[in-house]
């Protein structure tokens, strides 16, 4: 099954850079070497989880104790990214043959690094998108990833900038506010301060979850499952590749914040392709307060085989993490299963999982965890780990109980 590696590595590209130079201007502060004594100065969690990214990505090296700045090299990472969003490029490298040569030097410069990334690739002067990449750039693609790659550049890039790093070392505070606006300070404020940013963000999500549902789906434990609630569900990506996969599936109810399920639904009903699938949608909040145990806006009595979060428990904190399991564990019907979709971190907080880290530091105030830390998540809401399943996609699969 193809991956859209190519794409999120050059998106790593651009932060890389960013991280370099946002730790070259505070806790490096011209040394050549640190120690950990040096990140009391700044927010120490969030030091040492840039630190982590860092070190996973060679930026920085890790030796007796001590950390030393490596030397990178800017690749106009970003510039190559919104050249692959920019819809009249593509076409005019599927469609040109002279492209290559009437573009400007500056130009070439961005299409060399492609090559380079296996992007592009170039034979007798002739560009062409790369086999494993232009499915990821077709916008008629179901694996498009073209509304990912406008995402990026219009949201995360903002996110990732070198002052919102710097910001996030320092306080330890995510960085909406910074990027957007006072008034911003989740990425549901877009909503009514950035409409369509936050339709662009949503849209690309979406996109994301599609292809990384592929690699879960099939490897869920749903046998003998027939109804399901989807906490956070948002658009239905999820929900859309389960009722493909599994047909004995007769509800799916996705449970989201009231504000946005209006556009969760439009996108929803834009996106499916089929009439009989058994998706509902159900306004709701995390943390209203019901008049029973259970998430607000749902009926006590409503009760599931099965409970998902996917990519949901990595948004917050333990202690809002612990709360919206708790709530969510209510929802269970006898011997039903809760289950999260979410990337794990190796019991050493070092490796590609670091990323996506950074991404909840500045975007939600949440973190990325190792299997330890889910399994004592999950004991503290009253719930048992059974299963850990590996996936090819960047989540795995942790498997829970009520206990």
Known sequence: MLKPENLLNLAKNFLNQNVHEALERTVFNNKKIISESDFSKFHVDSVRRVIQYAVSNKLVIFESGYYKLSLISKTG???LLTTLGDSDFVQQVNSNSDFYMTMTEKMRKVVLLGIELNIFTLSSNRIQISKEVEPFLNESSSLSMHLWIQNFIKVSSKLFSVP???????TGQVQWANAFGATVTNPFDLMSSHPELFKNLMEGMHQSNVTDSNFVTPLLPLKNCKTILDVGGASGAMGLSICHHHLQITQYMIYDLAEAVSLYEAMFERYRDQKNIPVKFRKGDFFAKANHLGLFCLDESEKFDVVILGWIIHDWNDEDATKILIRSKQHLAQGGKLILLEAVLPDDRLGSVTML???????????ERTISDFENLLKRSGLKMTAEIDTNGRRKIIVSEAI
């Open 77 to 79: 990472a970003l510039e």
């Open 357 to 367: 880290d950074l991404t909840m530091l500045v975007q939600t105030g949440g973190r």
């Open 164 to 170: 919102c790093l710097i910001s996030a070392i320092e």
